[in-house]
């Protein structure tokens, strides 16, 4: 069960982390064309 659940969490963890990076690249580039 513990290695189950440990699996789950890198699951969620790595399905959680390219919508992250995503929304960090856009705010770069809101930013950048914010300061003009």
């Given at each position: 069960?513990?290695?189950?659940?440990a699996?789950?969490?890198?699951?969620?963890?790595?399905s959680?982390?390219?919508?992250?990076?995503?929304?960090s690249?856009?705010?770069k580039?809101?930013?950048?064309?914010?300061?003009?």
């Amino acid at each position: 069960p513990q290695r189950i659940l440990a699996a789950s969490k890198q699951r969620q963890l790595a399905s959680a982390s390219p919508p992250l990076s995503f929304l960090s690249e856009v705010s770069k580039e809101i930013v950048a064309c914010w300061r003009g």
